[in-house]
């Protein structure tokens, strides 16, 4: 061989190799180890506790029934119906299932409230007969709940079981005919209401809620019995309520997210 073929032939090998080598570079791609702490995805799933704060009106109706006494100026067909506001808290506990975006679940709550009002039987002028006071002072709901989730937020509605208990009372200190009585009652309906909750984080989740309640008549004898009947037909004819809510969520998995 000679000199001037050995050198084109090492000229060439060379080549050969540089362009072999740059194929393999271009080739690599770069590997990034995964991280061992990564952001966790919100789980609605599991069992809560918490409490509400916030405020209910109530609208109260009552109707005479009956009047053998004395004392009471209604007829039978003759009522009331009078609004009343004031504070309402308690608790809630439920578990939610979770599958994808849509989380169901059933809720419990019970709570007090100071919803009253006081109204004197205009049925024969302004006068001041038959002072009629009532309350309603807690009650209770059992409710499913459907919800879709959105990250870190939760809308849902609820609806279900509601009751309350309620009382209503009568005063008359006008001679010559004078006379009282009183009764309470628990009163069972139904209620619905819309949400959100916020998952601050995997465990804390706080949220707003609007709910609406309507309840059964129940008959309310409000003398004693030497008295005679004075009976009415009485309910919380419809109760609302909005409330701030905290809740602490147990065991709540941690999904990892890559």
């Given amino acids: 061989m000679t000199r001037s073929k050995l050198v084109a032939t090492l000229a060439f090998t060379a080549a050969l190799g540089v362009g072999a080598a740059s194929a ?26 918490g409490g509400n704060v916030g405020g209910a ?5 009552w109707v005479n029934s009956a009047n053998t006494t004395a004392f009471g100026d209604l007829s039978p067909g003759q009522g009331f119906r009078q609004h009343g506001s004031g504070v309402f808290g308690g608790g809630q506990m439920g ?13 419990g709550t019970i709570a007090g409230l100071d919803n009253r009002g006081t109204l004197f039987n205009t049925a024969f002028g302004a006068g001041r007969d038959d002072q009629f006071s009532w309350r309603t002072n807690w009650m209770a709901t059992i409710t499913g709940r459907l919800g879709y989730a959105v990250t870190n937020n939760l809308f849902y509605v609820k609806g279900g079981y509601a009751g309350a208990n309620n009382r209503l009372s009568v005063v008359d200190s006008t001679p010559p005919a004078t006379g009282s009585g009183s009764q309470t009652q628990w009163h069972s309906g139904w209620t619905f209401g819309a949400g959100w909750e916020y998952g601050i984080t995997q465990n804390w ?7 609406y309640a309507a309840f059964q008549n129940k008959s309310y004898q409000l003398s004693g019995p030497a008295a005679g009947l004075y009976t009415f037909d009485a309910k919380p004819r419809d109760m609302q309520w909005a409330v701030v809510r905290v809740s602490y969520k147990f065991g709540a998995p941690l999904v990892a997210r890559y």
Avoid: C, H
């Fill in 24 to 49: 393999a570079d271009l080739g690599m791609r770069p590997y990034a180890k995964a991280p061992l702490f990564a952001d966790p995805i919100f789980n609605w799933a599991g069992f809560y506790v």
């Fill in 57 to 61: 009106w109530t609208t109260e109706q």
């Fill in 95 to 107: 578990y939610n299932w979770q599958a994808s975006n849509f989380v169901f679940g059933l809720e």
């Fill in 205 to 211: 989740i706080v949220g707003l809620e609007y709910d």
